[in-house]
Nanobody, 115 residues
Framework: QVQLVESGGGVVQSGGSLRLSCAAA????????MGWYRQAPGKQRELVAS???????TYADSVKGRFTISRDNAKSTVYLQMNSLKVEDTAVYYC?????????WGQGTQVTVSS
């Protein structure tokens, strides 16, 4: 069992930056593919970025060049650095960890970008 706790959300003006953190409590964090998803009101949850155990990253087209996902296995933490934020980035951001059939979610953290 893995527990994921997100932090770092908040309110920021358009063009600003935020860094989200997701701390994992549990064993074997390093083997998990970690991801950040987001869900805006009235929309489906979507993948924002992911990073494999080997460090391979994937980004949604809408955030490429603006967001950076990284992980620190020693701290069992995954990060999402968000720069040049836009109003349309407003959503609840969720941390996800998966390894084969194991799939875990955090409780979510709100990111609000004001114009």
């Amino acid at each position: 069992q893995v527990q994921l706790v997100e932090s770092g959300g908040g309110v920021v003006q358009s063009g600003g930056s935020l860094r989200l953190s997701c701390a994992a409590a549990g064993n074997m964090f390093s083997i998990y593919t970690m991801g950040w998803y987001r869900q805006a009101p009235g929309k489906q949850r979507e993948l924002v970025a992911s990073i494999t155990s080997g460090g391979t990253t994937t980004y949604a087209d809408s955030v490429k060049g603006r967001f950076t996902i990284s992980r620190d296995n020693a701290k069992s933490t995954v990060y999402l650095q968000m720069n040049s934020l836009k109003v349309e980035d407003t959503a609840v951001y969720y941390c996800n960890g998966r390894f084969f059939a194991q799939n875990y979610w955090g409780q979510g953290t709100q990111v609000t970008v004001s114009s």
